[in-house]
C-alpha cells in the first residue's frame, strides 16, 4: 500500500479510538500538571539530572555494576539486540524455565525478546493487560505507555470470546479486566523466571524504579524467583533521591496521572521469599528467599548517540508519551504510522535514527511538522522538533538527488546533496513567491489550471484538493515603499519584518500591521529582507535554513544597532527568531534577534501597557469573536498577549484549545498528508463551529491557520491585527500626543 | 500541621475511593477486624511497627498464611512505614515475612499507618527512603491507591493487584 493508503487505512480503523485515548491522556496532563507548585523548575530539574548522568554515563555503569554483584545480583552489558537476547536465553535454560512472564518493557520489544525465547520453546506470557490483548491479536503497540490504545473495547470483546469463548460473552471494561486478571493470575504464580524493564536504576545502590498501574511487573518479580532486569544504559541516575522529579512528572506528563498505582523502588534480589503457590503447609516467612537477579543493560546504539550532539538529547526520554499525545498528527493516526520498528510519536524519530538507523526513521519522520507543542510538554525538556529537523536533514543527504533539469532555477539553495524535489519545492517557497507576485495574476490563473495541479501533484506531490495561494501583485514592501510614514514624534521605532507570506500573500494583514503600530506611535520601516528560513528549516534543509538566518540578520542587525524593534506577524518565523536560530547561527546573532523580536500582538500589547492610546484603534465592531492561535505562538507563551489586548479593547474572545490545525505550513498541501491534515482540522473546525461559537467571526495568527480555517469553515478568517487597523480614510494617521 | 497532613492524605486518598479510618494505638486490632472482609490474612504488625499493641494475635485475621491460604483470602493486612500526603501514597515494605505477597495477591489491602510517620512532600518521602535503602539496599514500594487499568477501554480497578485500599492511620492520642 502507497503512504496515503496506508494513512488514510489507520484513521478509519483505529482513529477514532486513538483520539479519544489520547487526546484524553494530554487534557490529563494539563490539569495534572497544573498541580504542582513548580512545574517548570521540576522539570528542569530532571533534565538537570539527565544531562549529568548521560555525561558521566561510564562511570555510573561501573557504579550500578559494582552495587548490583554487592547486592548478589549479574550483571551483562550487551552490545546489541543479538548479545542481549542470547544472555537471556542462557538464564531461562539455565532456570530450566518452561514459563517467562513479562510486565510491560519496552526495551524488551526494542530486542524482540519474546521471539528469541519462544525459539526455544518456552511459554512467553506479556502481563500488562495491553500487552497480552496485543500477543493475542498478534498486533504490534501504537502508543509507548497504553499499548492497545488503538483497540477498541468492542474489539478486545470479540477477541477475548472468539479465543476464550468463555460461558457468558464478555463485554463490558469490568467484565474483561477480570476474566484477565484470572487467566493471567494462574500462570504468573506457576512461572519461574520474571521478565521486568527498569524506568530508572541508580548506581549507587543498585535500585530499579518501576513505574505501573496495574500490578503485574509487582507479581512478575514476586511471584518467581529469577529475575531479568532489561535496560537501556540511558537509565541510570546517580542515586534513588534522583528518583524523585521523574516519580512526580512521568504520570502526569503520561497519561494524566499524578502517580501511577505503584511505584517500585527494588534493590534486587528482593527479600520476599519466594514460595511455591500451591503449598497449604508451610507459612510465607518459612520460605527462603534464594532468588537470582540479571540486570542486561543493552547498548544497542545508544553510546553512540551519546557521541551525537544532535541526538544525545534523546538519551534523556523517560518515555512517558508526551510527545506523542500532545501531536495533532499522532492523535489522528497513532503509533502505527508514527512510529518506528519499537517507538513511537515525536521522540521515536532520535530512537529508531540511533537504534535502527536512518531508513527506518525515515518511514516516519515527515509526520512531525515541527509544531512545537510536544516541547513544553517534555518533562526533560528535549527539543524534539529539532532531533526531528536533524534527522530529516541526514534523511535527505542520503537521498536520490532530484533531477537537474528539475531544480534549477526554482531551487537555488544551498543543499550540496540535495533533498528530495517537493521539499526542495516547498524550501525554496520565496523564489516561487517572489516568481509568482511578479507575475500575478497571470501566475495565479496558470497554476491553477488542471494540467498545472495535476502536474504539481505528479512532480511535487501537492495535492490538487488545496487551494493555492493567490500571490499579490504589489508586495508589503512595495506598498510601503509608495507611501510617507505618518509619524513625527514616535513613542518606539519599530522594523515591521515582512514575511514570505505577508510580503506576498496576505498582505492585507501586513498593512493592517503598519497601520496598527504608527496608529500607536510607532515609527515603522518595511524594508527588503530575506524570508525567515522557516519552509527550508519545515524540509530539513538546515544549511539552507541557516543562510536565510544569515540574510535575514544581515539586513535586520543594523536597523536593531539604530535602536527598532522587530516586530514579526507570522508567529512561525517570530519563531525562527527566538528559537530555531539558536541552532543555527552564532550566539551572538541569535541573542541580538531574539532579544529584539516581538510578535506583532505582543507589541501591541507592551504599547497599551506602556500607556501608548488606543483612540486611534478601530472601534469594535462584531464583539463576540473566535480566536485560534498559532501552535509555536503557544509553545512560546504569546497566545496570552492577542487575547489581553482584544479583550482590552472590548472583544469578548472564544480561544480553541486543539494543539495545532492540522496545515502546519507545506503539510497540508502534500498530498500523502491532505487528509490527515484535514482530519486534524476537523477537530479545529469541531470547536470553532460549537454551539456559541459557531456565529463569531474568526481569527488566527498563522499563516497556515488562516489558510487551514479557510478551507474548513464557510467564514473567512483575519489574523487578530486587521480588527485593530484604523478603518481607511478614518483615524488612519491619527496618533497619541 | 500534623492534622493538617492527615486531612491532607485522607483527602488525596479519597480522589481513589480510599476510605481513610483514624484510630488510636490500642484500638488498632479492633479497628483491623471491623475494617476486613474475611478471609483475611495478615503480617505481624508489632514486628512492623516493634510495637506490641498492633498485634493481630486476637483479631480474625491469620498471620503468616501458607500460600494457599493467601490465594484463597479476600483482605491481606499489612504495614506501611511511611505515608506521602500530598499524594495518598504508602511506602509498602518488601520483607522476608512477605508483606509483598500479602499486600498484593488479595482483592482488599489494608494498609496500617502511623500518623507520625506521614510526611507532606513527595520529595521529602524518597530523600528518606533514599537513605534507608542506600544504607539497607532493602525495596519499597509507593503504592497509592488500588491496582488500576485503562487497557480495556475504560478505567477499572482491580487489576492484577487489590481491588480495594483502605487505610487505618494510628493517631497520637485518642
Redo the contacts between chains.
Sequence with gaps: MSRVDDIRDLMRTEGAAIAANTQGFNEGRYASVADLEDYEALKSEARAIKEDAIERLPELVDRLETSVVENGGTVYVAEDAADANEYIRSVVAERDASRVVKSKSMTSEELEVNEALEADGVDVLETDLGEWVLQLAEEAPSHIVAPAIHKSRESIADLFNELFDPEEPLETAEELTMFAREKLGERIVDSEVGITGANFLAAESGTMALVTSEGNARKTVAATDTHIAVAGVEKIVPSVADFQPFVELIGRSGTGQDITSYVSLLTPPVETPAVDFADDETPLSAFANDRDFHLVLVDNGRLAMREDDDLRETLYCIRCSACANSCANFQSVGGHAFGGETYSGGIATGWEAGIEGLDTAAEFNDLCTGCTRCVNACPVEIDIPWINTVVRDRINREGERPAEWLVDGLTPDAEADGAPLQKRFFGNFETVARLGSATAPVSNWLADTQTARWLMDRVLGVDPRRDLPQFQRETLVEWFANRASTVTDPVRRAVVYPDLYTNHVQVERGKAAVEVLEALGVDVVVPEVSSSGRAPFSQGMVATATDHAERVYEVLSPHIADGRDVVVIEPSDHAMFVSEYEKLVDESTFETLAKHSYEVMEYVYGLLESGADEGGLAAVDVEEIAYHAHCQQRTLGLEAHTVAVLERLGYDVVTSDVECCGMAGSFGYKSDYYELSMDVGDRLAAQLDAEGVSERPVVASGTSCLEQIDALLERKPRHPVELLAPKSGGATGSRPQ | MASDTLATFESSLAEYDVPVTRVGRAAVASQVNDVVEPPAVGVALEETFADDAFSLADTDVVV????????EARTGVTGARLGVAD?G?VALE?????????S??VDTHVVVVRETDLVTE??TA??S???E??ES????????????????????R?????KDVRAIVVTEDA
Design positions: 503468616d498464611p501458607t500460600p494457599v491460604e493467601l490465594r499524594y501514597t518488601q520483607t522476608d515475612r512477605g508483606s509483598e505477597l500479602v498484593l495477591f513527595m520529595e524518597i530523600e527512603l533514599g537513605d535503602i542506600d539496599r532493602g525495596s519499597a514500594i509507593l503504592a497509592t491507591g488500588p491496582s488500576a487499568t485503562a487497557d480495556m477501554g475504560a478505567l477499572v482491580g487489576a492484577h493487584g487489590p
